[in-house]
């Protein structure tokens, strides 16, 4: 990922000034869905200097959309003048907490060593290391590693009650299906508390944030502190974004949306919050940008007034794709985005952004040689068969790289070939597939 310096203006974003304080614009920002005592967290917030931390666990090579929440609002706690701690779980990501579906398989050492690095680096991203609230990165293997098991057993396990850790939510699934749970992930909820209890001790951190769906594990530490330490301290658990017809965000047929621009192109990541439906845009913006309440219920008044024009979708995706992956690459994203659509020079993309374009597109991968149009249409899908192609490109509605193509038996030239390896099929006004010319 791209460096602070060109990925995000860190002294750009800014807390709303509409609001009291920070813990009213997360109410309003729809930020809480379950938190410890509100109008403790509320008093704290306003009038004390907060240390915080957020835990990532390097179970992928990436964070996802899910993680980008916690990023974002660990940035927003920070702008109001909080003391973030940003932690990786260099020993929690070596077990993996509870799934819904079944137990995870346990990666390497190594791997789990590699992703740790590469988490720290997205995390780090999104604060600030300079000023009197600078933030702190952390791994929680430095501290559990030196911990023997007979300690470990002694000093932290004897503080939780079976009976309650069964009750937590994901356990209780899980004990419930067939497969169960083992003692590894049964455990992941005492490894959680300890680290918020070792990061209390140490940093005076008071406030731990989370998804909701992880709230018996953020919970963990709260009780944990409070029996060993005799301190109350605080939780905010995050609602699960999801999409307005109950899908689950972020997620299409298994895949989620990376943080990393090797997993998630910045063009398919421009193109995934351009596509965000109008029923779920403004929460959208709540969620994932720096808007003002004034901006954002002015995009909600024109998107209720001229949807047609995605006014809406189109800052969305201009703000979230700059935070994660740099203006440049951002309005990269967005000249292939018009260029596709005919509103542009398709030659004049880089090659890894045509690549990009070309994953996302259906497509057919062919050899070199002569290459008839009307075969192309029918191997990326366009036509439903030879006749059907030769069909649509006697009518004139077959396209490459936006140029009308001419004659049933047309053929893809050389030179048509964009950076020697792609071109671009359009059958009418909204088809579109890519070709890819093997090497």
């Known amino acids: 990922m791209e460096s602070v310096s060109n990925a995000i203006d860190l002294n750009s974003q800014h807390n709303d000034p509409a609001f009291a ?3 009213q614009e997360l109410q309003w920002r729809g930020l809480v869905h379950v938190s410890t005592d509100e109008s403790a ?3 704290s917030l ?5 240390t915080y931390y957020c835990g990532f666990d390097p179970t992928a090579a990436s964070l996802h959309l899910g993680h980008l929440v916690q990023l974002l609002l660990m940035r927003r706690l920070q702008l109001a003048g909080h003391h973030p701690i940003g932690l990786v779980g260099g020993s929690t990501g070596l077990i993996g907490d509870p799934r819904q579906s079944s137990e ?6 190594e791997t789990v060593a590699q992703w740790v690095d590469l988490l720290r680096g997205q995390v780090e991203r999104f604060l600030s290391f300079e000023g009197e609230n600078r933030a702190v990165m952390v791994n929680n293997l ?3 590693s030196q911990l023997s098991a007979i300690d470990f057993l002694r000093d932290i396990g004897k503080h939780f009650r079976v009976g309650t850790m069964i009750k937590k939510e994901i356990v209780a699934k899980r004990l419930n299906s067939d497969e169960g749970i083992s003692y590894t992930e049964f455990s992941y909820q005492i490894l959680q ?3 918020y209890l070792n990061l209390y001790r140490e940093h005076g951190c008071t406030l731990q944030t989370g998804g909701s769906d992880q709230w018996g594990n953020l919970t963990s530490g709260t009780e944990l502190i409070r029996k060993v330490e005799g301190t109350a301290v605080h939780a905010i658990g995050t609602p699960l974004i999801t999409n307005s017809d109950g899908t689950k965000f972020g997620k299409s047929e298994g895949n989620a949306v990376w943080l990393d621009p090797e997993l998630t192109s910045p ?3 421009y193109q995934f919050w351009l596509n965000t439906a109008d029923a779920d845009v403004v929460d959208r913006l709540k969620v994932f940008t720096f808007k003002s309440r004034t901006e954002i219920e002015e995009l909600a008044r024109r998107t209720a007034e001229e949807p047609y024009k995605r006014e809406a979708q189109k800052v969305l995706a201009w703000e979230v794709n700059s935070l994660v992956h740099g203006v440049e690459a951002t309005e990269k994203a967005i000249a292939a985005s018009a260029a596709v659509f005919g509103r542009g020079e398709l030659g004049q993309l880089d090659a890894g952004t045509l690549e990009s374009v070309a994953r996302e597109l259906p497509g057919a991968s062919v050899e070199p040689g002569r290459l008839q149009v009307a075969d192309l249409l029918v191997a990326t899908g366009l036509s439903e068969s030879k006749s059907a192609a030769r069909r649509t490109l006697k009518e004139g509605g077959a396209y490459v790289n936006n140029e009308k193509v001419v004659g049933e038996d047309a053929e893809l030239a050389p030179d048509q070939l964009l950076h020697g390896r792609w071109a671009l099929l359009r059958r009418g006004k909204k088809h579109l597939a890519a070709v890819t010319v093997r090497p």
């Open 41 to 43: 967290l509320e008093k």
């Open 142 to 144: 430095d501290w559990t």
């Open 21 to 23: 304080n920070i813990w």
């Open 267 to 269: 063009y398919a990541f």
């Open 104 to 109: 995870r398989i346990l990666n390497s050492k």
């Open 193 to 195: 508390g300890l680290d």
């Open 46 to 50: 306003s009038e004390e200097k907060v």
